[in-house]
């Protein structure tokens, strides 16, 4: 059995957290399970939130394997039964004992995470990043994920002239000065991954936003769809002129992606398109459950990356097949361990262990098949967990 | 080892059957083998169906594991070789002995089968469920397919007011009066799963029939998919209004089925559409073998149930693998038991045998990994064998 | 552990190659490794080829599974480390030892390669059979690429009357005269596998010629896609008339295959079609990463057979779930081994020797879920290695 606990993590893809001081048991269930519904779902759909509805969702949330995997290993961290009001006392506990700075830093620790490269678009408002460096004690890179820019230019309402001078501008400062490693796009949440790779003339993102802003003129296409694709394909651009990193969003969201639209074959066209093929792309989430697409992609094209992140954690006991299945095509340097957490610090530490002994089941498999040898598997464990993502990030 | 064969049996999606008294080993081949195609296909094809033709055919069928693992189960349960020969005449010997009703009733005594949901919709016509429960001495519960329905409205060329008002007051009857669980739709047969959530207008509905019934007037849409989206809206609408489950094929089916637009993410819009989050939906056969995406749906949407019917067991060893990855992503509460097997007594006792086995062996994994304990894989094994079916039906 | 080691193995889908004597390490590497780019790919993309590159482009060939695994296999045959440079050295000293033929057909009989079906339509120009008969000593049976053939008449700018003339007539001559056991399809690297089954009319195949030939006129279909699907259908017709097998690429190919329109579903309609259903179709590569969808046509229709090339060996470790995942549905006779190798002896070699590990490990888990005796294992093997091509080819 192959023990990677001691190695090093670079997570190359999740997200910033605020402080969370005591939490009731409900409130932690709340904060940190995925998946789902909400109350404000149910609302929406007209159906009244009473008390046997909020008890379904809890429930929901408790029968991941996910929250039990979690819940199991907080358990055998705090030393208590694993029963969310252990865990949730436990947690309030040490914060109230050792400061929440000293108990995000030990969990961060204990997984022997160094790294966070953080997609900072997600929660919204924006998390201050200098705090959370402080509090967790790891370094902190993050990337600037464009839809929050779109949307703010669509809100103010400005004509295609200043739209795109000031995309440009602000991809450029955020590259250049911000310290932004790279860019991340979740375009397959909003109008989906079969990106027209002919879509760079800035003529279409002027016809498209005029359109949309307007609600005049006729044409074959989506103008949503067709700002958005420009939009993307210019961002592409960017990361050429700052040999920046672009993350997608592949496969797997929440509730809002575009589940028919997130595959990563539908990105074919536009990676392999000349234009953008000195773009280095980072398949977010390998296309779980779509993965063997990505892997695929990693394999037939130099120029992609696939992280492994949410499908492990969030897909319960999924990380293993993931990782065995990824790496039947993709290059061993080209799969980098991520895990897209975010709230709190105990999810950032039971995905790295999740991480650690899905990679072991894995490259032991390719040991006992013939494979590799238990060197090339200890080799290929660092590149994954961590030294694949520094190579892409220049860490 | 778990070992489930104890626990009680819920089916959660399967098909009511006439008896059969004597069987020759072709016929009984015939009545119980799935796949493989059939004289009537080649003949419409052009193809001579001489003796050659219909060799290959009854090989085909008994070259699948889902026929060699029905047979070497049913080799054990007679203590006879495991030939088509030995099993047929072992199986016309004890109904002639013991009389069909108490052979049947020893099959489904012996997989511990308590309760069948059926879709009457096949076989046509439909078959009388008192005869069908006395004989099988279990609880039969049905739900009513719609597309039987409404065959038999476009069939009686009436216009849409009349369209309409015996279709509601059809499915009104049936779920009110009649005994019918919740309603069933075979769309992804017909015209896909890529309904249209903004069908519910009535006008949607007019427009369409009126444009098959006198094949004029033009438009965007097939008024044939038109027409099909609206009246599974309207069925919706109708689940709503009587609390009651509404089971969806998607995924796998026979030779009829159109692959390329049954799998689950074609109706994630639907799905999570505000007007119809109040329903229930059951995706039948977990979309296999696109399950990952139904697992998916069961997690992020509050309101979806699976069932891992006939991929479970007419894909042969794919139990296992589809219980691990639905279980994936979907809370344990939402996966129920089902088989879809039909025509005879005998799959509806191994299809629950290979139930048992594939759940043992799946979380006996999810134990190993360190994803619950061997209590927690025991009430699993409960839910989903039959808990979570009586909790989504009320029975 | 089911050995199989001494079985024959025919290879049902396989390139010619032409003898390469002295490689150097790097050469050999650039011969055999599968994926990862190439100097002229980043050149189109307007990527400076400089050494850096070049060790990029190396490192991702290595760094994948397939070619780990090949080197750890050719290091035992030869007695060496697993190292590039000890086996070019190994492979060079034994050619100008005991001469290229000599060493190439010991590898085909180390991996006791009886037959192979070659599509001598890559690489091209076409390789000379009879020379490659001679150097390998093995049955080689070609079928043929129709669209070299495509490629040659749009070239050559002859009308539609010549065009279809041509076209029949050399089908017709392959078949009937020069010993091609049957067609092969790309048409999935080109338009995609959504071809229309209503394509027969020799009209389609002429308005589409004359709009590509004189880019005017205009209707709703893409000319290129409505010709090559009319020559698709034409090509059926003539395997039905000859009686030969229709292999059909599907799923994964290189960096230029349609990944969006490569999925074995997009085909269903146009293989139960009934005009078509007395053709016998290979779906080559059994349609991988989408190779359930493949196994589940081979259920569901009387007509289709499943080869596992490509994915083994290109695939690193998926053969042993390609080949579970395929019998989950496709009848045992109609699976066959194929490798989809070329350039060299080596990869023939240590490609049987996965596909024999790979089924030995399938159908020991099948054992021992139930499914079969070892006996039966032992015969499906044999189908599936040899005898399913040797039928379905008449050999």
Redesign the interface.
């Known amino acids: 059995m192959l023990d990677f606990s001691d190695l090093p993590v670079v997570d190359a893809h999740c997200h910033p957290y605020t402080r969370k001081d005591a939490l009731s048991p409900d409130q932690w269930v709340d904060a940190l399970a995925?998946?789902?519904?909400s109350p404000a779902?149910?609302r929406?759909?007209?159906?009244d939130v009473d008390a046997a509805a909020l008890t379904?969702?809890g429930?929901?949330?408790r029968?991941?394997?996910y929250f039990?995997?979690m819940l199991?290993?907080l358990a055998e961290y705090f030393g208590v039964e694993a029963t969310v009001e252990a865990i949730a006392a436990s947690r309030n506990r040490a914060i109230a004992h050792e400061g929440y700075a000293k108990y995000a830093q030990k969990l961060h620790q204990a997984g022997k995470i160094e790294t966070l490269i953080v997609d900072d678009g997600y929660p919204l408002p924006q998390i201050n990043l200098d705090t959370f460096r402080a509090e967790t004690g790891v370094e902190v890179l993050p990337v600037f994920r464009i839809e929050v820019l779109i949307q703010d230019l669509l809100d103010d309402g400005c004509g295609w002239r200043e739209f795109q001078r000031r995309y440009d501008e602000s991809i450029a400062e955020a590259l250049g000065n911000r310290g932004y490693r790279g860019l991340k796009s979740i375009i397959a949440y909003r109008t989906g991954l079969?990106i027209d790779p002919a879509s760079r003339s800035p003529d279409q993102g002027r016809v498209a936003l005029e359109r949309l802003r307007r609600a005049r003129g006729r044409g074959g296409d989506d103008p949503v769809k067709s700002l958005r694709d420009h939009l993307f394909c210019r961002a592409i651009e960017r990361c050429i002129d700052f040999d920046a990193p672009f993350q997608v969003h592949t496969g797997?969201g929440?509730?809002e992606v575009?589940?028919?639209a997130c595959?990563p074959?539908?990105l074919?066209?536009l990676l392999?398109y000349?234009?953008?093929?000195?773009c280095k792309f980072l398949l977010v989430h390998t296309g779980y459950?779509y993965h063997?697409?990505a892997g695929?992609?990693a394999?037939?094209?130099?120029?992609i990356w696939c992280d492994i992140s949410e499908?492990l954690p969030?897909?319960?006991?999924?990380g293993?097949?993931i990782i065995?299945?990824v790496?039947?095509?993709?290059?061993?340097?080209?799969v980098c361990y991520g895990s897209d957490v975010y709230g709190s610090p105990e999810p950032f530490y039971t995905s790295a262990l999740l991480g650690k002994?899905a990679l072991g089941?894995a490259l032991g498999?390719?040991i006992d098949?013939?494979?590799?040898s238990v060197g090339?598997a200890q080799d290929a464990a660092r590149l994954i967990l961590a030294d694949n993502a520094r190579e892409l990030y220049r860490i």
Chains 1, 2, 3 share one sequence.
């Open positions: 995925f998946g789902g519904g779902y149910l929406e759909g007209g159906i379904m969702l429930r929901l949330k029968d991941t394997l039990r995997f199991r290993r079969d797997m929440d509730w575009h589940l028919a595959r074959a539908l074919m066209e392999r000349p234009a953008y093929r000195a459950p063997a697409e695929y992609l394999n037939v094209l130099p120029n499908g969030f897909a319960g006991n999924a293993k097949r065995a299945e790496l039947e095509m993709a290059p061993i340097s080209r002994q089941q498999e390719l098949d013939g494979f590799m090339e």
